[in-house]
């Protein structure tokens, strides 16, 4: 059973434009999380969401920001006009539906982006 | 709000000592609890979580943690450290009944001397 997958590993944007981030997750999984890594910081919630429907996006920022999971595919986090401040890791993890009550996370890889 | 603190930023220890890292937590009732190892460039591992019971747990690669509700503590140990155990460690915590969002301290990095 393949774990949480995420493309790319690497991205580097320059400021301006748009970053396409993807997180397939675990087979059976139906529930994704979205974390954003800072240098020298731990992981912040950005959102939470299951297929076709956004739960929780409390940690997203108001503007530029914006994530999917349709109901094929991955789940796909979108930044528009990416500006220097967004160079970061940003991780997803994903869970099954009994595993999203008591928070069990499966995190992939990271895809860590940079902005020139 | 939840909150986690993990008061030591980096750590050094020698093959086969000991090691604890410590983790406070901050939240109105019994939280989930976590923690998770990251090696340079990769994903994070779950080494152990508790939920409810036995406030001792164990965990993988011999790590295992002690959940204290008095103190708001929940440090992770274990009796000898390997050289491969060089990473960055994490204490998470989560709200029960559907808050799903984890909240992470900020790290230690784990340095181990040959």
């Known amino acids: 059973n393949a774990g949480v997958m995420q493309n790319p590993r690497h991205l580097v944007r320059r400021r301006g434009q748009e970053a396409r981030l993807r997180c397939s997750p675990m087979?059976?999984?139906?529930?994704v999380y979205w974390y954003r890594q800072l240098p020298e910081e731990g992981l912040k919630f950005m959102v939470y969401?299951?297929?076709?429907?956004?739960?929780?996006e409390s940690g997203m920022p108001k503007e530029r920001f914006s994530a999917e999971f349709p109901k094929e595919g991955p789940s796909i986090l979108r930044i528009q006009q990416v500006v220097r401040g967004d160079s970061a890791a940003y991780f997803c993890?994903?869970?099954?539906?009994?595993?999203?009550?008591?928070?069990?996370?499966?995190f992939g890889p990271g895809t860590r982006l940079t902005v020139l | 709000a939840q909150s986690v603190t993990q008061p030591d930023i980096h750590i050094t220890v020698s093959e086969g000592a000991s090691l604890e890292l410590r983790c406070n937590y901050s939240?109105?009732?019994?939280?989930?609890l976590f923690w998770y190892v990251q090696s340079p460039g990769q994903g994070l591992q779950l080494l152990l979580k508790?939920?409810?019971?036995?406030?001792l747990v164990q965990g993988i690669k011999g790590f295992e943690a002690e959940f204290k509700r008095s103190q708001s503590s929940f440090n992770l140990r274990k009796p000898s450290v390997h050289w491969s155990d060089a990473a960055e460690y994490f204490c998470?915590?989560?709200?029960?009944?559907?808050?799903?969002?984890?909240?992470f301290g900020t790290g230690t990095q784990l340095k181990v001397e040959l």
């Open positions: 939240y109105g009732a019994t939280p989930y």
């Open positions: 998470a915590v989560a709200g029960p009944g559907g808050g799903n969002k984890l909240t």
């Open positions: 508790y939920f409810s019971g036995d406030t």
């Open positions: 993890a994903s869970s099954p539906p009994e595993g999203a009550r008591n928070n069990e996370q499966f």
């Open positions: 969401l299951q297929k076709e429907n956004i739960i929780d």
């Open positions: 087979k059976g999984h139906s529930h």
